[in-house]
């Protein structure tokens, strides 16, 4: 998907309606809109930068971009398809709470090992923080990456291993307001 044709094939469609919370007239749509601002087919980590700038022109948002950009491109090519970018966007506007969950520790995954470990959630709160700036006013407790982190591993890390698991990041995430409503951020957006 994403070689220039100018409209999804039947079974494209079909394929795609199956695997998103997405209609048909929908996903036509998105896909005209896709190839519009992607004549290619493909997305650029660079591009897909550009679009997040947009939306946070008050901070920086080139580093939390690339860390999403590695959770769209889910064949690793360095490229997002559209395929990728439906099924991205399906799960981040309209899925459920599980399936955001889901889609978020794998953003914070890193290293895709399975846990998550204080340094990787660093590095993504770090990019949240720098992305952000200075339009949100945090409590003292949060006024860092480093004071976030260490009080997002005290509420999840249950067995105190200093890593997080699944089952334990989806539960303390479920318990962190600013996490839920992170999460909800795009529903009824898209």
């Given at each position: 998907?994403?070689?220039?044709?100018?409209?999804?094939?039947?079974?494209?469609?079909?394929?795609?309606?199956?695997?998103?919370?997405?209609?048909?007239?929908?996903?036509?749509?998105?896909?005209?809109?896709?190839?519009?601002?992607?004549?290619?087919?493909?997305?650029?980590?660079?591009?897909?930068?550009?679009?997040?700038?947009?939306?946070?022109?008050?901070?920086?948002?080139?580093?939390?971009?690339?860390?999403?950009?590695?959770?769209?491109?889910?064949?690793?090519?360095?490229?997002?398809?559209?395929?990728?970018?439906?099924?991205?966007?399906?799960?981040?506007?309209?899925?459920?709470?599980?399936?955001?969950?889901?889609?978020?520790?794998?953003?914070?995954?890193?290293?895709?090992?399975?846990?998550?470990?204080?340094?990787?959630?660093?590095?993504?709160?770090?990019?949240?923080?720098?992305?952000?700036?200075?339009?949100?006013?945090?409590?003292?407790?949060?006024?860092?990456?480093?004071?976030?982190?260490?009080?997002?591993?005290?509420?999840?890390?249950?067995?105190?291993?200093g890593t997080l698991d699944?089952?334990?990041?989806?539960?303390?995430?479920?318990?962190?307001?600013?996490?839920?409503?992170?999460?909800?951020?795009?529903?009824?957006?898209?």
């Open positions: 998907m994403g070689n220039r044709q100018s409209k999804l094939s039947p079974a494209e469609l079909a394929q795609l309606q199956r695997d998103t919370k997405f209609d048909k007239r929908e996903l036509q749509q998105w896909y005209k809109g896709f190839l519009k601002d992607c004549p290619s087919g493909r997305l650029s980590k660079t591009d897909f930068q550009k679009i997040y700038r947009q939306f946070f022109p008050q901070g920086d948002a080139n580093d939390f971009a690339g860390f999403v950009f590695q959770v769209f491109d889910k064949d690793k090519s360095d490229e997002i398809d559209f395929r990728e970018f439906i099924c991205a966007l399906s799960v981040t506007s309209r899925g459920t709470m599980e399936d955001k969950l889901d889609w978020a520790f794998q953003l914070y995954d890193l290293n895709g090992d399975g846990k998550i470990e204080a340094q990787e959630m660093l590095q993504i709160v770090t990019a949240i923080y720098k992305m952000v700036g200075s339009i949100v006013k945090l409590p003292e407790d949060e006024d860092t990456p480093e004071k976030r982190v260490k009080k997002i591993f005290a509420m999840m890390d249950k067995d105190m291993n699944i089952e334990e990041f989806k539960e303390g995430s479920k318990r962190d307001e600013t996490i839920v409503s992170a999460l909800s951020l795009y529903d009824g957006l898209v």
